[in-house]
């Protein structure tokens, strides 16, 4: 699962503490469900115990003590890494290109790159859907179909994202809540 | 490109197009005919007075000829009003080789992405308008004989204008058919030329209305001198020439302006009216222009009929110069018409996608015909009344109170006659309208 | 290798004071499909009238079959177009008030083909892209997808060499399009031609072997699909 990345990337702007990291996930993927508390510790110790993260500060401002978890350059590579590899080009269940999509525009880490390496899987995997097979039955070509249908989806919501994000010189917003 | 794949692309298809051929022949056939008719009056052995030491004179007319053209000093102005009315004719006929202008440009650039080089273009646009000059060439002859007929056969001596036919005449002809075909083919040419868009420059234009003006009013007005008679005829004859051209300049700036000031005044009618003219300056210029032409032939003719008048001719000998000069008035008037039907018409066939939207929106038909009545009135009313009123300085220039007075009913019936034509042509087109702003006008690209 | 039958070097334009593109290059080899594809206005358009030669090139090179059209006069470059070049442009473009029979026989007439064959050869092509018109149909009688059909029809008539189409299946419904495109890439390509298309829909992006991205009339990037 990429959500270990994309803790790396709710990570790359500024240190933050287990509480602002979910606060921060919810506000990406306001529409998704909210990230529980015993995940983000969860996840914060093991990428800690993997060197990808660091405790660089523990706060106590009036309430309960904070812990702020920092990216360690290992961890910096590694969110590099996962968003130079373009999402699955799969069509359906396509929370992972969400993912990526939000984190690189989020991170501002190489969008156009994003983009491009994303446009051409999925365009490389329509063009070969695209190319049925003689005496292929109608339901394989409906089937076929249909995942081009999804992956056309799926580009058209890069162009939209990619221009709100040019629209709007800060990260897009909350849009629900 | 072969001639025969020009003629296939750009012959005349549609009814418009039909018309508009019909009309350059038309214009050309009037026009060529007048002219082949003023080269044959050249022919007509001009009269030769002798001073009698008594104080008297000797003509050697033999009496066979009306007065007009035998006279040294009337056959000039003979020739003038030819010549005026060669101008609306062939100011119709440019006006009509410009209609459809929209369409045309449509056409060009089809043919231009199919891969027709500049040179296949100009032949497309030249063939049409060339093959009406052409046909209005030959018809010239035709009009040429009517008027022979006329004013030579059938009018009793006092009014004979025309000799006897001449092999000069066949000349006369092959040289009109020769220029009509090669004036139509260069017009056609000129009129699909792309124009650069360039601010529309008024001065020179108005400058030379100014120098028409002048001249109009000084050669009127010079002192009458027998020997210097033909002179000042010529110069006249100049004026009037000049004053027509730049007339015919200066629409394009008459309705630009009355455009701006429709678009400030608000109402949804004019407003409308304004938009239409805005984008069509250049064709509703024409017809202003054309208006504006007739309106000076028709200014011309009152002053002359007024100063035939004068007592000092007798009413036998001035006759046939005055029905002479009411005919020149009326042909005048069916350039006048036929201009206004025809852009008119053209507006319509240009603009039907607005009409169409217009009505879409939820205009209805009378405000429609209000729309196309008050463009008309536009291109009719000012420039008719300008160019009569430009045409009537012939009178207090030649100082006669007869002719003033007949200016004056000239000037009356001139904005009578506007308004009863911009009623009449909506009137005519009244179902072009409706076709128009049929939905079907929606599609048409 | 063959030479590209296409090629745009640091091609430049701008309408009045909008640049429309800049330093634009790019070339297609025969039997290439390219796509160029962007949001509205980025200059996609304005690169294929480059292509055409329709417009000309205000600064960098354009070659089209061996010919620099910037280099030449319009005369010549019309040339190219009638022999080199089949147009598809986005709003149909037929000549009004000639029928449409004529209309897409009008490459072969330019050329000077005698009309009984050109007007045979656009009834094929109009059977083709499966267009039943009549010898005096005229263009305004058509739907929009229609139109688009017999503009295709008119850019395949002759067998050009560049085949240059700008959202060629854009009023057309998914089936109608695609089997046009079908028809217009494999006749194209398997006559050794090449295709520039321009498209804002990713399914017929899809179908080329490299996409063009263009973003404010800059290309953004360029990938392989195939
Ligand atoms: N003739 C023209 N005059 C002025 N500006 C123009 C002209 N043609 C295009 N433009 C401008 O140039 C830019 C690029 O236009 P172009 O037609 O190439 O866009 P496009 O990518 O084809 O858009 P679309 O996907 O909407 O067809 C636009 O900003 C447009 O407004
Ligand atoms: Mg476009």
Same mark, same amino acid.
């Given at each position: 699962?990429?959500?270990?990345?994309?803790?790396?990337? %709710?990570?790359?702007?500024?240190?933050?503490?287990?509480?602002?990291?979910?606060?921060?996930?919810?506000?990406?993927?306001?529409?998704?469900?909210? %990230?529980?508390? @015993?995940?983000v510790?969860?996840?914060?110790?093991?990428?800690?115990?993997?060197g %990808?993260?660091?405790?660089?500060?523990?706060?106590?401002? @009036?309430?309960?003590?904070?812990?702020?978890?920092?990216?360690?350059?290992?961890?910096?590579?590694?969110?590099?890494a996962?968003?130079?590899?373009?999402?699955?080009p799969?069509?359906?269940?396509?929370?992972?290109?969400?993912r990526?999509?939000?984190?690189?525009l989020?991170?501002?880490?190489d969008v156009?790159?994003?983009?491009?390496?994303q446009r051409?899987?999925h365009?490389?995997?329509?063009?070969?859907?695209?190319?049925?097979?003689?005496?292929?039955?109608?339901?394989?070509?409906?089937v076929r179909?249909?995942?081009?249908?999804?992956?056309?989806?799926?580009?058209?919501?890069?162009?939209?994202?990619?221009? %709100?994000?040019?629209?709007?010189?800060?990260?897009?917003?909350?849009?629900?809540? | 490109?072969?001639?025969?794949?020009?003629?296939?692309?750009?012959?005349?298809?549609?009814?418009a197009?039909?018309?508009?051929?019909?009309?350059?022949?038309?214009?050309?056939?009037?026009? !060529? !005919?007048?002219?082949?008719a003023?080269?044959?009056?050249?022919?007509?052995?001009?009269?030769?007075?002798r001073?009698?030491?008594?104080?008297?004179?000797?003509?050697?007319?033999?009496?066979?000829y009306?007065?007009?053209?035998?006279?040294?000093?009337?056959?000039?102005?003979v020739?003038?009003?030819?010549?005026?009315l060669?101008?609306?004719?062939?100011?119709?006929?440019?006006q009509?080789?410009?209609?459809?202008?929209?369409?045309?440009?449509a056409?060009?650039?089809?043919?231009? &992405?199919?891969?027709?080089?500049?040179?296949?273009?100009?032949r497309?646009a030249?063939?049409?308008?060339?093959?009406?000059g052409?046909?209005?060439?030959?018809?010239?002859?035709?009009?040429?004989?009517a008027?022979?007929? $006329? #004013?030579?056969?059938?009018?009793?001596?006092?009014?004979?204008?025309?000799p006897?036919?001449?092999?000069?005449?066949?000349?006369?002809?092959?040289?009109?058919?020769?220029?009509?075909?090669?004036v139509g083919?260069v017009?056609?040419?000129l009129?699909?030329?792309?124009?650069?868009?360039r601010?529309?420059?008024?001065?020179?234009r108005?400058?030379?209305?100014?120098?028409?003006?002048?001249?109009l009013?000084?050669a009127?007005?010079?002192?009458?001198?027998?020997?210097?008679h033909a002179r000042?005829?010529?110069?006249?004859?100049?004026?009037?020439?000049?004053?027509? $051209?730049?007339?015919?300049?200066?629409?394009?700036?008459?309705?630009t302006? =009355?455009?701006?000031? &429709?678009?400030?005044?608000?109402?949804?009618?004019?407003?409308?009216?304004a938009? +239409?003219?805005?984008?069509?300056?250049?064709?509703?210029g024409?017809?202003? +222009?054309?208006?504006?032409?007739?309106?000076?032939?028709?200014?011309?003719v009152?002053?002359?009929?007024?100063?035939?008048?004068?007592p000092?001719?007798?009413l036998?000998?001035?006759?046939?110069g005055?029905?002479?000069?009411?005919?020149?008035?009326?042909?005048?008037?069916?350039?006048?018409?036929?201009?206004?039907?025809?852009?008119?018409?053209?507006?319509?066939?240009?603009t039907?996608?607005?009409?169409?939207?217009?009505?879409?929106?939820?205009?209805d038909?009378?405000?429609?015909?209000?729309?196309?009545?008050r463009r008309?009135a536009v291109?009719?009313? +000012?420039p008719? #009344?300008?160019?009569?009123?430009?045409?009537? &300085?012939?009178?207090?220039g030649?100082?006669?109170?007869?002719?003033?007075?007949?200016?004056?009913?000239t000037v009356?019936?001139?904005?009578?006659?506007?308004?009863?034509?911009?009623v009449?042509?909506? =009137?005519?087109?009244?179902?072009?309208?409706?076709?128009?702003?049929a939905p079907?006008s929606?599609?048409?690209? | 290798?063959?030479?590209?039958?296409?090629?745009?070097?640091a091609?430049?334009?701008t309408?009045?004071?909008?640049?429309?593109?800049?330093?634009?290059?790019l070339?297609?080899a025969?039997?290439?499909?390219?796509a160029?594809?962007g949001?509205?206005?980025?200059?996609?358009s304005t690169?294929?009238l480059?292509?055409?030669?329709?417009?000309?090139?205000?600064?960098?090179?354009?070659?089209?079959a061996?010919?620099?059209?910037?280099?030449?006069?319009?005369?010549?470059?019309?040339l190219?177009?009638?022999r080199s070049?089949?147009?598809?442009?986005?709003f149909?473009?037929?000549?009004?008030?000639?029928?449409v029979r004529?209309n897409?026989?009008l490459?072969?007439l330019? /050329?000077? *083909?005698?009309?009984?064959?050109?007007?045979?050869?656009?009834?094929?092509w109009?059977?083709?892209?499966?267009?039943?018109?009549g010898?005096?149909?005229?263009?305004?009688?058509l739907?929009?997808?229609?139109?688009?059909l017999?503009?295709?029809?008119?850019?395949?008539?002759h067998?050009?060499?560049?085949?240059?189409a700008?959202?060629?299946?854009a009023?057309?419904d998914?089936?109608s399009?695609?089997?046009?495109l079908?028809?217009?890439?494999?006749?194209?390509?398997a006559?050794?031609?090449a295709?520039?298309?321009?498209? *804002?829909?990713?399914?017929?992006?899809?179908?080329?072997?490299?996409?063009?991205?263009?973003?404010?009339?800059?290309?953004? *990037? /360029?990938?392989?699909?195939?």
């Amino acid at each position: 699962m990429s959500l270990t990345e994309l803790h790396l990337a %709710l990570l790359a702007g500024a240190p933050r503490h287990g509480y602002d990291i979910k606060q921060e996930h919810d506000a990406w993927f306001p529409d998704s469900r909210p %990230l529980p508390f @015993g995940q983000v510790y969860a996840t914060l110790a093991r990428l800690q115990r993997d060197g %990808l993260a660091e405790v660089v500060e523990t706060r106590v401002d @009036g309430g309960p003590e904070r812990t702020v978890y920092a990216l360690t350059d290992a961890g910096d590579e590694r969110l590099r890494a996962w968003l130079t590899e373009p999402a699955p080009p799969t069509g359906t269940g396509a929370e992972e290109i969400v993912r990526k999509t939000i984190a690189a525009l989020h991170t501002g880490i190489d969008v156009q790159g994003h983009v491009a390496r994303q446009r051409a899987v999925h365009l490389r995997r329509m063009r070969e859907l695209g190319q049925v097979p003689p005496g292929a039955s109608p339901a394989e070509r409906l089937v076929r179909e249909h995942l081009i249908a999804h992956l056309d989806a799926d580009l058209r919501w890069l162009d939209l994202a990619t221009d %709100l994000l040019r629209s709007s010189p800060t990260p897009p917003e909350r849009t629900h809540s | 490109m072969k001639t025969s794949t020009a003629w296939l692309i750009g012959r005349p298809r549609t009814s418009a197009g039909r018309t508009r051929t019909l009309l350059v022949a038309g214009g050309a056939a009037v026009g !060529g !005919g007048l002219l082949i008719a003023a080269a044959a009056v050249l022919r007509v052995p001009a009269e030769e007075v002798r001073y009698l030491d008594g104080g008297g004179t000797v003509s050697s007319s033999s009496g066979e000829y009306s007065s007009l053209v035998v006279q040294a000093g009337l056959r000039p102005g003979v020739l003038t009003g030819i010549l005026l009315l060669v101008l609306p004719a062939l100011a119709l006929a440019w006006q009509a080789v410009t209609t459809g202008s929209a369409r045309r440009a449509a056409v060009h650039e089809g043919l231009r &992405l199919s891969g027709a080089t500049p040179a296949d273009l100009r032949r497309v646009a030249m063939l049409e308008p060339a093959v009406a000059g052409a046909f209005g060439g030959l018809l010239a002859g035709a009009v040429y004989l009517a008027l022979w007929l $006329l #004013l030579h056969v059938a009018a009793p001596a006092s009014a004979r204008l025309l000799p006897g036919l001449s092999p000069l005449d066949a000349v006369a002809w092959l040289v009109v058919i020769a220029l009509s075909t090669l004036v139509g083919g260069v017009a056609g040419a000129l009129a699909a030329t792309p124009r650069r868009r360039r601010p529309v420059r008024a001065w020179p234009r108005l400058l030379a209305v100014g120098v028409g003006v002048l001249a109009l009013v000084a050669a009127v007005s010079a002192p009458r001198d027998i020997d210097r008679h033909a002179r000042s005829t010529t110069l006249l004859c100049a004026a009037l020439v000049v004053l027509a $051209l730049g007339l015919l300049s200066t629409g394009s700036i008459w309705v630009t302006a =009355r455009a701006r000031r &429709l678009a400030r005044s608000g109402t949804a009618v004019d407003v409308l009216a304004a938009g +239409g003219l805005r984008t069509l300056a250049g064709p509703a210029g024409r017809t202003a +222009g054309t208006t504006c032409v007739a309106g000076l032939v028709i200014g011309v003719v009152g002053s002359l009929t007024g100063l035939l008048l004068e007592p000092q001719h007798s009413l036998s000998e001035s006759l046939p110069g005055i029905l002479f000069a009411l005919l020149a008035g009326l042909l005048a008037m069916l350039a006048a018409v036929a201009s206004l039907v025809l852009a008119a018409t053209d507006d319509l066939v240009t603009t039907r996608r607005a009409v169409a939207s217009t009505a879409a929106l939820g205009a209805d038909p009378t405000v429609l015909e209000q729309v196309q009545r008050r463009r008309l009135a536009v291109v009719t009313t +000012g420039p008719l #009344l300008a160019g009569v009123l430009l045409g009537g &300085l012939y009178a207090p220039g030649a100082q006669s109170p007869i002719a003033l007075g007949t200016v004056l009913l000239t000037v009356a019936l001139a904005l009578l006659l506007a308004r009863a034509l911009a009623v009449a042509v909506t =009137r005519v087109l009244r179902p072009q309208l409706a076709r128009a702003a049929a939905p079907s006008s929606l599609r048409v690209a | 290798m063959n030479p590209p039958t296409l090629t745009l070097s640091a091609v430049s334009h701008t309408y009045g004071r909008t640049q429309a593109l800049r330093d634009a290059t790019l070339s297609v080899a025969p039997g290439e499909v390219v796509a160029v594809t962007g949001p509205s206005g980025c200059g996609k358009s304005t690169l294929l009238l480059l292509a055409a030669g329709v417009l000309r090139a205000q600064s960098g090179r354009v070659t089209v079959a061996g010919t620099e059209l910037s280099g030449v006069d319009d005369t010549a470059r019309a040339l190219v177009r009638r022999r080199s070049i089949g147009l598809v442009l986005q709003f149909g473009q037929l000549v009004p008030d000639l029928p449409v029979r004529d209309n897409v026989a009008l490459p072969l007439l330019l /050329e000077g *083909h005698p009309a009984a064959d050109a007007r045979a050869a656009a009834d094929g092509w109009l059977d083709r892209v499966g267009l039943a018109v009549g010898p005096d149909t005229l263009p305004s009688e058509l739907s929009g997808g229609q139109a688009q059909l017999a503009a295709a029809a008119r850019a395949l008539v002759h067998g050009p060499a560049l085949l240059l189409a700008d959202e060629p299946t854009a009023s057309l419904d998914t089936r109608s399009g695609r089997a046009l495109l079908d028809l217009m890439l494999a006749t194209t390509v398997a006559a050794g031609g090449a295709v520039l298309l321009v498209t *804002h829909d990713n399914t017929v992006a899809a179908r080329a072997d490299r996409e063009v991205r263009l973003r404010d009339g800059v290309i953004e *990037h /360029e990938v392989a699909l195939s």
